[in-house]
């Protein structure tokens, strides 16, 4: 019955993963360790020295090979966010953003809340350029 505590250690590293600031180790042991489990359960997983061997041959190969593609689809390692690539781009003005003041833009076709970074007003229907952004507010420049 040694099968049902390789799947509580699984358990267990799956809250530690979920629990802490997304490192992406513990899940990777966690996984293994529900793997020896399943292997154990349906008596593939041999004796216990063997177990804790291939519990660690499982967890470092998939740590090494996955950990790094994941990290990099979860957007984990990159400390720019995606709205800041915003920045520098174009959008239109849906009404006039007056001279330090704020109004409406569309942007990659959504509508954004706008202040002017700059003393000229933006009319309506022109063009202007996001300069920076604070929350989901632009802060644009008429172009």
Do not use: H, Y
């Not at 959504?110 to 929350?135: L, Q, Y």
């Amino acid at each position: 019955m040694v099968w049902w505590l390789w799947m509580l250690l699984g358990l267990a590293l799956l809250v530690v993963e979920a629990a802490t600031q997304g490192g992406l180790f513990a899940l990777f042991f966690g996984l293994s360790a529900m793997v020896v489990g399943v292997l154990t359960a349906v008596g593939l997983g041999g004796p216990l020295g063997v177990q804790w061997a291939l519990f660690t041959v499982v967890a470092l190969v998939c740590l090494f090979v996955l950990r790094g593609p994941l990290k990099a689809r979860l957007n984990l390692g990159s400390p720019t966010r995606p709205v800041d690539q915003l920045l520098g781009e174009e959008a239109l003005a849906l009404e006039d953003v007056p001279a330090g003041g704020s109004g409406k833009v569309e942007l990659r076709g959504s509508t954004w809340s706008a202040r002017n970074a700059t003393g000229a007003s933006v009319a309506k229907g022109t063009r202007c350029r996001v300069e920076r952004i604070e929350g989901l507010t632009l802060w644009v420049r008429p172009e």
